[in-house]
Each structure stands twice: as C-alpha cells, then as structure tokens.
C-alpha cells in the first residue's frame, strides 16, 4: 500500500480482555516500531523488528504485552489481560533503514507512521 | 538515559506572526532529530530530518535548526497559517526516536 495501515482504528475493550492490534508497513519496509502515546505526551517506544525478528523489546511495559511479525511483513501487538491504563493510542511505524545502519542511512532513517489505533478499556 | 524536552507546551498566536517551538535533548550522542506533526486522531507526518553533522533544514515556510553541543533544536515557521493548527514533536533518533511531549500550536485567523 501506500503507506502504513493499521486496524482498527478504535478499539473499545473490558477490563481483562485480551485484544489484537494489527500493523501493515509500507511495501518492503524491513524495520517495523510499535509505539504508545498517552494523551498529552509523546509516543513512548515499545517494540522494534528487523525483518521477523524482535530486535528490541525493551519497551514492552509487562508481560501482558507480546507483538508478532511472523513473514516479515505485517505485525500484531497483543494485549492480554487489559487494563484501564492501557488506554493509549497505539502508534505503529516502518523504515527502509535498519535501526542501526551506520553512516547515512542511520543518519537519514525516516519512519513512516500509521493513523494509530485508540484503545480504550473500560 | 535520554530525556527531550519541549517549551512551550501550547500556544496560541494571531495568523501571519513568526514562531518558534523549541526542543532540548539530555544525549548529544544522537543519529538525527526530527521534528513531526500531529493532527488530531492522525498519526505522525515527519516535517524536517536534522543529520547530526547538519546545523540546519528547510522546507517552504519551516526551518530547523540543530546544535548538539547544547542539545538544542528550534522550529520556526515563518508566516503561520489556520492551517498550521497542530501539535509538532521533536524526536531525537539513536536507534529508537525518543519523543518531547509536543507543542500545541493554535493559529487564529
């Protein structure tokens, strides 16, 4: 596609429920981020892939968060067990640029962002 | 551990006047800095990509500014627009883009 699509857009869920966020990068994009953005802050890093790989999880705030990337492609951040404080948007992002090439593609690596997911849990 | 920082927090200024959004980072041990906006329900639109060995960018009516040695970035925009009407992130990128906490900008007509 054209650009990052991520599904749903809004996703209202229960205290205790697990749900599934899914994230389409860009066409051949190997480096795949998931972000959090609490409203009036920042998106937070949670998670990074480089082709199926978690490279970088250091993010993930628990164990109830685990994030899948199983053809190199197409994502899914899950959330089990959910929380009032989950409610977040739900940011996913992609790049041509592996996270730590050197030089210039380190020096020029743009990641295109997704319209997000909001979740709520009620 | 890096922290950036953005001031203000909001503001609100008649159309057509100058600005600037400022941003501070803790690390200079950075790859880039990238200055975003965001729309309301929207995700991230990258504006302007500082290289860490640039000083400078520019796109039409926006200019970005870097010096590492401080740790400090502005964003002026020259001629604000209704349009403009939106919140801007600096993000410092090291292998993960670290974020401020935005500037929300209001332009009146």
């Known amino acids: 596609g054209a650009g990052v699509s991520q599904t749903p857009s809004n996703k209202v869920t229960e205290k205790g429920k697990y749900v599934e966020l899914r994230c389409d990068p860009i066409s051949g994009h190997t480096a795949l981020y998931w972000y959090r953005q609490s409203l009036g802050q920042g998106p937070e890093f949670l998670i990074y892939f480089q082709g199926t790989g978690a490279a970088d999880d250091s993010g993930l705030p628990n164990d109830r968060f685990f994030a899948v990337r199983p053809e190199g492609s197409v994502s899914t951040l899950k959330i089990q067990r959910t929380e009032r404080g989950d409610s977040a948007v739900y940011l996913c992002a992609s790049s041509s640029y592996a996270r730590l090439a050197g030089g210039p593609k380190g020096a020029k690596n743009i990641q295109y962002f997704g319209a997000g997911t909001r979740l709520s849990v009620l | ?109």
């Open chain 2, 1 to 109: 551990k890096q922290e950036v920082t953005q001031i203000p927090a909001a503001l609100s200024v008649p159309e057509g006047e100058n600005l600037v959004l400022n941003c501070s980072f803790t690390d200079s041990a950075i790859y880039n800095l990238q200055w975003f906006r965001q729309d309301p329900g929207k995700g991230l639109t990258s504006l302007l990509l500082i290289q860490s060995s640039q000083r400078e960018q520019t796109s039409g009516r926006l200019n970005a500014s870097l010096d590492k040695s401080s740790g400090r970035s502005t964003l002026y925009i020259a001629a604000s627009q209704p349009g403009d009407s939106a919140t801007y992130l600096c993000a410092v990128y090291s292998g993960k883009l670290i974020f401020g906490q935005g500037t929300t900008l209001q332009v009146k007509p």
